[in-house]
């Protein structure tokens, strides 16, 4: 399996678990206990599977996290995921969900 196969199993689960609130280093975390790599023939289906049965996410994430997508959106109507305009499936995180740049005190 090549790495182009492996993202599209895998990013557009882990792009809809980032839009439901998780972060990068908690989902990391949940899919890492669910996983040895040095004792699973297939890593990729197991992430897979796990992303699939995702839990929600864990408190303390989402809505009030500076990467927490604007409901105004016009590229995602609030869902974090970018869609494509023609097929209306989802590309990616959106824009919106960037953290803002902070200003460098000089």
């Known amino acids: 399996m090549n790495r182009a196969e492996v993202e599209d199993m895998l990013l557009p689960l882990a792009s809809y678990a980032l839009a439901a609130g998780w972060t990068i280093p908690k989902l990391c975390g949940h899919l890492a206990r669910g996983c040895d790599p040095d004792r699973v023939f297939n890593v990729v289906a197991v992430y897979r599977n796990h992303l699939k049965k995702l839990p929600p996410a864990p408190a303390g994430t989402g809505a009030g996290h500076p990467a927490a997508a604007a ?6 109507n609030g869902s974090g995921l970018a869609e494509d305009p ?3 499936l ?3 995180p959106c824009e919106c969900r960037k953290a ?3 200003a460098v005190a000089s």
């Open 71 to 76: 409901p105004e959106c016009s590229k995602c």
């Open 86 to 88: 023609e097929t209306f």
């Open 90 to 92: 989802p590309i990616g």
């Open 100 to 102: 803002p740049t902070l």
